[in-house]
């Protein structure tokens, strides 16, 4: 016979199922039962003692009413013990109406005056009454004549008080085992209704693991969980998970360094983690679209939000800082290629101009032409230099100036401009001053007589920027929106989005303990003020030059 071909997949698999499902509700159902059957077992234990301790006492209050009756104690002291006495009639009176299983009375030397069994009246008791005879009431469970049976032994009192002899009662054991036999299908009723009603939860609690783990086995969602782990913290965005009362569930390495946090934030709100912002605003929900635009601390990053089916919601960030500088420098870049576009051809008109003179032997006139397109360029350098002494701020106003000159643009630096080579950031600086200008050359770009000035001056260690255009300015209820991330009345162009730079204004001269405010300047165009305190480093002390010391002449002169 060949073997058989069945799969590996469908041959029967020992041991258990590994399914999330099965197992739990295979696990529910044993402890179910298991619980079921310590309770039942818990409850006999104490029952059988507990039904023991009841004939006992059920058997010694029947003693102690017999051996109330007064009539019985002078009749043990006034009869002899027959079959037929007073004795023997009350003590089997009270049997029958108490259904025991014997009423045994007896004398103080432990003769029987009654007795079931008649033979035995007037026969010696076979168990010890002595403590009975001795004053003490006695229960127990013990073997005589009739077997096995819970007994309660009293003394028997005259009228005087004295004990004449003892009262034995005795309960048939077989009864309270009957007794405990009979509770135990009960007992097994209410176990049997106590499984099927955790069976029944067991097997609820379990469609619920179903449809929530999906029908996965246990080693799948260990690898899914090993996958998620890895994933999370190797991947380059960072990602924000949410509950769904908006706190914060998980964080993963990237959106820590992003975000310039740790795992304390977990637990906490958006608002709380960072504080209030666009960038809490959009974890949080309150700001809505896809790929929105926050900046955190330096960081630009660009957001999206996804609601999850429980109520959470999971946020995706990437940093798109080096995005931004790079369109700033093409931006940059492209306003300086038109600027040597626009060189080169008024550069070309010039030397035509000078070739023409040349040829008509106008030497005079070519060279005063020549000093003054010369002396242009130097005495716009030399202005700005004389009064920033910081190289990269001087830099950028002169490759400013020559951009907005291509533009039509007027930019002029300000009288009042003073700025000493102290400044302790000045890459700080030049991000604001660059983004403040750029701004101002959109402004005023296409407008008659356009032009932009700009003044940096030092007040003590504070340094003071401000840029004004001859542009629209900058209406009331748009001062503060202009310095919210994303938010720009201007086309983005094709490689970048507008409404960064002046987010990154604030933010750079909030972080200097400073300020930035827009207003309007005399010429109704806008006027941006940023303040930076304890931006230039105290100047250092004057150094005294010593005094020479007279020479050996000298010394001998006087």
Sequence with gaps: MGMSRTSPARRLRLGLPRRVFSQV??????????VAVLATGLFLAPLSDQLDDQAMR?????????????????????????????????????????????????????????HPTPDQVGRTVSTDPGQALAGKEVMEIDSGTLGRSARGKVPLRDSDGDIVGAVSVGIA???????????????????GGALAVGALAAWLISRRVHRQTRDLAFSDISGLLAEREAMLHGIREGVVALDRTGRVRLLNDEAQRLL??????????????????????????????????????????????????????????????????????????????????????????????????????????????????????????????????????????????????????????????????????????????????????????????????????????????????????????????????????????????????????RRLAERQGGSARVGEAGGGGAEFTVVLPDALAEPEPALTAPQAQPSATEEESR
Excluded: C
């Design 260 to 505: 310039g946090i740790g795992d304390e934030a977990v637990g906490r709100s958006p608002d709380e983690a960072l504080g209030e912002g666009r960038t809490a605003d959009v974890l949080a929900g309150r700001v809505t679209g896809t790929d929105l635009l926050t900046v955190r601390g330096q960081r630009v990053l660009v957001a999206n939000r996804m609601p999850t089916d429980d109520g959470g919601a999971v946020a995706t960030l990437r940093d798109r800082t080096e995005l931004e500088q790079l369109g700033r420098e093409l931006d940059s870049t492209q306003g300086l290629i038109d600027a040597l576009r626009a060189q080169d051809h008024e550069h070309a008109n010039r030397m035509h101009t000078l070739l023409g003179l040349l040829e008509l032997e106008m030497y005079d006139d070519a060279v005063d032409f020549v000093g003054e397109v010369v002396g242009d360029h130097r005495a716009t350098a030399e202005q700005v230099t004389e009064k920033i002494q910081d190289p990269l701020l001087a830099a950028l106003l002169v490759g400013k100036a020559t951009v907005a000159a291509e533009r039509g643009v007027a930019l002029w630096v300000s009288d009042r401009t003073r700025l000493p080579d102290r400044l302790v950031d000045p890459g700080g600086l030049v991000t604001i001053l660059g983004n403040l200008v750029d701004n101002a050359l959109d402004a005023v770009a296409g407008t008659p007589h356009a032009r932009v000035e700009v003044e940096l001056r030092a007040e003590g260690r504070t340094a003071v920027l401000r840029v004004r255009d001859t542009g629209p300015g900058v209406p009331v209820e748009h001062r503060e929106l202009v310095f919210t991330e994303g938010w720009s009345t201007k086309k983005p162009p094709a490689h970048r989005n507008r409404g960064i730079g002046l987010s990154l204004v």
């Design 58 to 114: 059920r058997a010694l209050a029947i003693a102690q009413t017999t051996a109330a009756e007064p009539r019985i104690a002078e009749e043990v002291k006034n009869t002899p013990p027959t079959a037929d006495g007073p004795v023997q009639r009350a003590a089997e009176r009270i049997r029958e109406t108490t259904r025991a299983e014997y009423v045994v009375v007896m004398d103080w030397r432990g003769v029987r005056w009654s």
């Design 25 to 34: 509700l295979l696990m529910q159902l044993a402890i179910a039962a298991g």
């Design 173 to 191: 054991y077989d009864s309270v085992r009957a007794r405990l036999i009979h509770a135990i299908p009960g007992l097994f009723a209410y176990a």
